[in-house]
């Protein structure tokens, strides 16, 4: 241990002169060869009180840049999501891609494929959810009646005509084997985002997106989650990718702030469902 005096103590400047003593240890430390520095082995007392190695810049700047950002998106009225995963369990040859802006209030809009059947538009507002599917997921829909005989393979055929262009209607509740509207939840997507994000280490800047970010790594864990923070302005995160099991995911985060304008579409083009039918779309294609 080593014992640093410092003379002059009674000179009236005693606080401001420990500060700079403590700032020469440091930049000492950040030249090789001038002084030891091996903090692992002893530590520097200056008058009684203890040296306390820096956090390394990287390290120290990216857990600022984590923090600030959790908060931005913590505390947003509204917000885009766009998530892609790929790989096996993802669901589908092409896996699975959703966007959706959403807000506080209880609406969203967006587009989703989550696989056969399930690919389309999305609109929420209040407690109903409305479910255009798309003219691919409607012939997937036909095409899984063709094995169940031909009154059945009739009957989706004239249905699945029906809903072409219209909306399913369904109580928000009930609406999730439609689509993925329990992802409109914005402060349940949220409410996750209270812990402290931990050690977090700041990679030089680069392009992403069109714009220039940050990408910000857990300490000693760069090879996995990757979290891209905005390089200039406030630090939003614009996205977010990493890999396991063999999945990858991309998630892209924009339009903070926006309004979401959403509105119920009209009944000449709307299909009331009923919720309780077993299968896609409800009663309507009786799969």
């Known amino acids: 241990m080593v014992k640093v005096v410092m003379g002059g103590a009674r000179s009236g400047r005693p606080k401001r002169r420990r500060v700079v ?3 020469c240890l440091a930049v000492l430390c950040a030249v090789p060869g001038l002084v030891s520095c091996d903090v692992r082995q002893r530590h520097v007392v200056l008058d009684g009180g203890t040296f306390t190695p820096l956090t390394p810049e990287d390290e120290a700047r990216g857990t ?6 959790a908060d931005l998106l913590r505390t947003t009225d509204s917000v885009r999501l766009s998530v ?13 891609k959703v966007s959706l802006l959403m807000d506080r209030d209880g609406n969203c809009t967006g587009t989703f494929d989550v696989g ?17 599917l798309s003219d691919a997921a409607l012939d997937e829909i036909r095409a899984s009646a063709e094995s169940r005989g031909a009154e059945a393979r009739a009957r989706v055929a004239q ?5 072409r262009g219209k909306f399913l209607k369904a109580p928000l509740k009930d609406s999730g084997g439609l689509a993925p509207s329990s992802s409109c939840d914005l402060d349940a997507l949220l409410q996750n985002l209270d812990g402290d994000p931990g050690a977090t280490k700041a990679l030089p800047e680069t392009t992403r997106y069109g714009r220039h970010v940050t ?11 990757t979290m891209y923070v905005a390089a200039s302005g406030r630090p939003y995160i614009l996205g977010v990718t990493g890999r396991e099991n063999g999945r990858s995911m ?4 924009s339009d903070y702030g926006s309004p979401v304008d959403v509105h119920a579409p009209g009944a000449e083009e709307t299909i009331v469902i009923d919720p309780n039918a077993s299968g896609s779309g409800g009663s309507l294609f009786d799969l």
């Open 21 to 23: 003593v403590a700032a």
């Open 64 to 69: 600022r840049l984590a923090r600030t950002a």
């Open 84 to 96: 892609t995963t790929a790989g096996s369990g993802s669901g589908g040859a092409g896996g699975q």
């Open 116 to 132: 056969p059947m399930r690919r389309g538009e999305l609109v929420v507002t209040g407690k109903q959810a409305y479910v255009r």
């Open 159 to 163: 249905r699945t005509e029906f809903a």
């Open 215 to 225: 990408p910000l790594v857990e300490k000693g864990r760069e090879g996995g989650t």
């Open 250 to 253: 991309e998630m892209r985060l």
